[in-house]
């Protein structure tokens, strides 16, 4: 199975960050680490449960990038053989207390690791969940080349994500907003079109679902199947 090296550095080189770094990233998700679920438990509640379902629909391994403090992980069926993997060391502490606190023997294992270098081989997980990840690392399409490398061909790639406007008023204070929103560890522009875009250049994923989600619709549940072989 091939790892795509061709679309990753076209992607990478095609579309360079310079609003957000991983570092800055993972302290800025260690400092939310405390207060997270407070904050947007409630806020991401509606998308995490799509999420879960539209992952368990097809069932079998699945990765979540961006775990966070494993708010999600008690919510999938004990069945479900999960991995999460997270930037940021004090999020991932609050996931191991979860874990431990409610015996979730399903959940394999948890690391510290980037999104846009994940430590596993290919086709390793039947679905990878990343759950408002995507608009929080430094290369999004750098991340969404790894996504497709480890699931396996015929699985699929289940996003929560902030989908930027295209303009108007949204767009300038979307636009106004971005600098203060980089150093809380996200960017407020990201448009539909790169996820299209990728997915087209990717030559192996095709985008089957995009849903509103609350609040307001700014975020979008999108469903990526890789191609079987």
């Known amino acids: 199975m ?8 076209a992607t990478a080189g095609a579309l360079p960050e310079r609003d957000l770094d991983t570092d800055a990233v993972a302290k800025a998700y260690g400092r ?3 207060v997270y679920d407070m904050v947007f438990g409630r806020v991401f509640a509606r998308g ?3 999420a879960i ?3 368990e629909r097809v069932g079998g391994r699945v990765l979540e990038v961006g775990v966070g403090t494993g708010i999600s992980l008690p919510a999938y069926r004990r069945s479900t053989r999960l991995f999460g ?3 940021s060391e004090p999020m991932l ?4 207390e979860r874990v431990r606190a409610l015996r979730l023997q399903n959940v394999e294992g948890l690391a510290v690791m980037d999104a846009e270098h994940l430590d596993f081989p290919d086709g390793a997980f039947d679905v990878i969940v990343a759950q408002y990840v995507v608009t929080a690392v430094p290369n999004p399409e750098a991340a969404l080349d790894e996504f497709a490398r480890v699931v396996r061909p015929g699985g699929e790639i289940v996003i929560t994500t902030r989908i930027g406007a295209e ?8 636009k106004l907003f971005s600098p203060v929103a980089n150093r809380l560890g996200w960017r407020t522009e990201f448009s539909w079109a790169r996820y299209a875009s990728w997915a087209e250049r990717s030559g192996t994923v095709t985008i089957i679902e995009r849903r509103p989600l609350p609040p307001l619709g700014h975020f979008c549940l999108l469903r990526m199947r890789k191609a079987a072989r």
Do not use: F, Q
Request: aromatic share 4%.
């Open 85 to 87: 993997v997270d930037i």
């Open 32 to 34: 939310w680490a405390p």
């Open 2 to 9: 091939s790892s795509m090296p061709n679309s990753r550095a």
């Open 48 to 50: 995490r449960s799509l």
């Open 93 to 96: 502490a609050k996931a191991r």
């Open 167 to 174: 303009g108007g008023l949204r767009g300038l204070l979307e």
């Open 53 to 55: 379902e539209a992952a």
